[in-house]
């Protein structure tokens, strides 16, 4: 019996593939957020804006009832809700009459220097993006001004913030336009606002792969200067906008990856707690280290703030995963931080239809799912704010 197969170039499947993706992908966003495909952030609870405020709500009522400051939305039951505006205006009038300063609005102040957070691992389904969308949005909700920066051309924090890159980024607009060789615009220029106040966004996209494939030419051309300075130059451009910079950054470790490591003030690595990602990270480590021995040779300065731990889908009832975060906290200490994210359906469910913990409705899921999901990120999240205070000198 004769068998006729037909051989298909590896090349112009995988295109074919990628395209028919990306086209299913438009067509799910722009059924999710019709009509201009654009996302809008959803409403707060009284009680979420007191927590986020760091106030009663009863507090949050009698302002209300006196006509201080925005007025919610009053839905069935005489519900109050606030939108993220309202949270962010309440903020302002409230620092007005704060104690003391930064009660409300815990930003920078006169001396203190900008923070960034340079998120990493190079081992897949480590957290690193669900860890950097979540912190950067925590600390915009929390009066923080936030800039987060997706470095990884996989650009999956980006599409999480509303953009998809095969679409909304044919002509640029990423930080590779900022610290390209050639004609590098102002970092001002690739800098979108989002739908949460507070925090801006520079999208990513693969393009951001150029930098990867310039750089070594520059080198042997000798055109490249302090290459791992780039991001730090470009971000020395907007250093008085914001008080935290979050950087996503590649899963491996290269250009991208040393000059994002060069202008962070704090790195945070996620850890899945399993034995072959721990493995991994080991190797991680030392390949960072012998990197970043190069860029001090060259006469960077890598000293930094703080360099912590987060752990991430972590499953309580796991007892191999407890045994290696016990082995973890013997080792590291104070260096991994207290709280872990739970692995949860919630945080998976959230980002099919690419949103965060934050911006889904409770509603639509079972509650204590969500609240324990919930309750895991905004404690890691509010631990990495604590180290950003006492940076500041702040306790």
């Known amino acids: 019996m004769n068998k006729t197969f037909v051989q298909q170039d590896l090349n112009a499947v995988i295109r074919q593939h990628s395209e ?3 086209n299913q992908l438009h067509s799910q966003r722009e059924s999710l957020f019709p ?5 809008t952030m959803r409403k707060f609870t009284s009680g979420e804006a007191a927590a986020l405020l760091g106030v009663n709500d009863s507090y949050l009522r009698k302002l209300n009832l006196d006509g201080k400051g925005p007025s919610p939305e009053l839905t069935a039951g005489n519900r109050r809700h606030y939108s993220a505006e309202d949270i962010q205006d309440l903020r302002v009038l409230l620092e007005k009459t704060a104690r003391k300063p930064g009660d409300y ?11 960034v957070i340079g998120v990493m691992n190079f081992k897949g389904g480590s957290g690193k993006t669900t860890t950097s969308a979540h912190l950067a949005q925590r ?26 890159p095969e679409f909304d980024l044919e002509d640029g607009g990423t930080l590779y336009d900022a610290i390209r060789y050639d004609d590098p615009v102002p970092i001002r220029a690739v800098i ?13 996209n693969l393009e951001l792969m150029e930098f990867e494939h310039e750089t070594p030419r520059a080198l042997s051309q000798g055109n490249a200067g302090l290459f791992f300075f780039r991001v730090k130059e470009a971000l020395a451009q907007v250093d008085g906008d914001y008080d935290v910079v979050v950087i996503d950054c ?25 034995m072959l990602d721990v493995m991994s990270m080991s190797q991680f480590l030392r390949m960072t280290a012998d990197l970043m ?39 590291y200490g104070d260096a991994v931080l207290n709280s872990p994210m739970l692995k949860s359906t919630a945080i998976s469910d959230a980002g099919l239809t690419k949103q965060t913990l934050y911006e889904v409705e409770r509603s639509a899921f079972t509650r204590t799912t969500y609240d324990r999901a919930l309750e895991s990120l905004n404690v890691l999240n509010d631990e990495v704010a604590d180290l950003i205070q006492k940076t500041w000198g702040r306790s």
């Open 20 to 22: 028919w993706l990306a």
């Open 35 to 39: 009509p201009d495909a654009s996302k």
């Open 105 to 115: 609005i815990p930003g920078r102040r006169d001396g203190d220097h900008l923070q």
């Open 139 to 164: 600390l915009a909700l929390r009066g923080y001004r936030v800039l987060g920066i997706d470095l990884d051309p996989q650009a999956s924090f980006t599409a999480l913030h509303g953009v998809q």
């Open 192 to 204: 979108r606002k989002t739908y949460i106040p507070n925090l801006d966004l520079i999208p990513g």
């Open 250 to 274: 590649p899963p491996q470790l290269g250009f991208l990856t040393m000059s994002a490591l060069s202008a962070a003030t704090g790195v945070l690595v996620t850890i899945h707690p399993e």
């Open 293 to 331: 021995d190069v860029i001090a040779e060259s006469g960077a300065d890598m000293s930094h703030d703080w360099m912590r731990y987060a752990l991430t889908r972590y499953e309580p009832q796991d007892a191999p995963q407890n045994r290696i975060v016990a082995f973890l906290r013997t080792m």
